[in-house]
């Protein structure tokens, strides 16, 4: 059974309104972005999620076509109470927000989330009826170490200790040295990192997660590489960030035709 390919927007605390480029967000940039993907031919084949930041997700959500759905970048564990400036799962998905993004490595190195925390944020999403972009990646010093795979199975480990059912989970590698840096891994460094995880979900998990988890690629993904990657036969997409909010992300969308 093949996988359905799935292109997922991040557009972080962007977008910017022009002319200087990715400084706060506007109405009129999400507005733009979102007329110009309800505009575009995209691959009928492609699930495209979007996640713009917390304050437009609304915005977002009213504005785009059916077939596109919206994500928050985050969610919180607990389902209610005095936890100042976080999102509840009940919260996002009355405003018919059906994604969340969790474990992204700017949460992970910057407000220092553990695995542990990750794994229960991404088990309370999946209780309450999100689906999870699950992101997982190694730092510059773990590749040169040669512990991508130990890092990258260390993460996804700590989901599975809490989480038996992967039906909707999307797993995103993304190695930390290659967002926003302008460097990607090699297609076959991606397709390596991606085979193991794919061997990992059927040793540990099941064979029926191995064979319909989607894989999906992230750091510096763009219309130049996107083809080459879309070819190899363990991703099945991208989670894009900067040129998401580009013209080039449809493109990037289309890369599977």
């Given at each position: 059974m093949a996988r359905q390919f799935f292109v997922g927007g991040n557009f972080k605390m962007y977008p910017s309104p022009s002319p200087v480029p990715f400084r706060n967000g506007s109405v009129k940039t999400i507005t733009d972005i979102v007329h110009r993907l309800n505009d575009a031919k995209l691959d009928e084949k492609t699930e495209v999620v979007v996640a713009p930041p917390s304050l437009y997700l609304l915005l977002a959500r009213e504005h785009l076509r059916k077939g596109i759905e919206v994500a928050a970048q985050n969610?919180?564990?607990k389902p209610n109470g005095a936890f100042t400036g976080e999102i509840s799962v009940d919260q996002l998905r009355d405003?018919?927000?059906?994604?969340?993004?969790?474990?992204?490595?700017?949460?992970?190195?910057?407000?220092?989330?553990?695995?542990?925390?990750?794994?229960?944020?991404?088990?309370a999403a999946l209780d309450g009826g999100l689906g999870v972009i699950l992101c997982i990646g190694e730092s510059l010093e773990?590749?040169?170490?040669?512990?991508?795979i130990e890092?990258?199975?260390?993460?996804?480990?700590?989901?599975?200790?809490?989480?038996?059912?992967?039906?909707k989970i999307v797993i995103a590698y993304e190695p930390i040295w290659?967002?926003?840096?302008?460097?990607?891994?090699?297609?076959e460094q991606a397709q390596e990192v991606h085979a193991a995880i794919r061997k990992w979900l059927?040793?540990?998990?099941?064979?029926?997660?191995?064979?319909?988890?989607?894989v999906i690629y992230g750091g510096s993904?763009?219309?130049?590489?996107?083809?080459?990657?879309?070819?190899?036969?363990d991703i099945d997409g991208f989670l894009v960030g900067g040129a998401s909010l580009k013209p080039a992300f449809v493109d990037i969308i289309n890369s599977h035709l």
């Open positions: 969610v919180y564990d405003s018919d927000i059906t994604w969340s993004l969790v474990g992204h490595s700017e949460r992970r190195v910057i407000l220092q989330e553990d695995d542990s925390f990750i794994a229960s944020k991404t088990q773990q590749r040169e170490a040669n512990k991508t890092v990258v199975t260390k993460q996804l480990k700590a989901v599975a200790d809490r989480v038996k059912d992967w039906s290659a967002i926003g840096t302008g460097k990607v891994a090699t297609t059927s040793t540990t998990v099941s064979s029926e997660a191995s064979e319909k988890t989607r993904v763009s219309e130049k590489n996107c083809k080459e990657l879309a070819k190899q036969s």
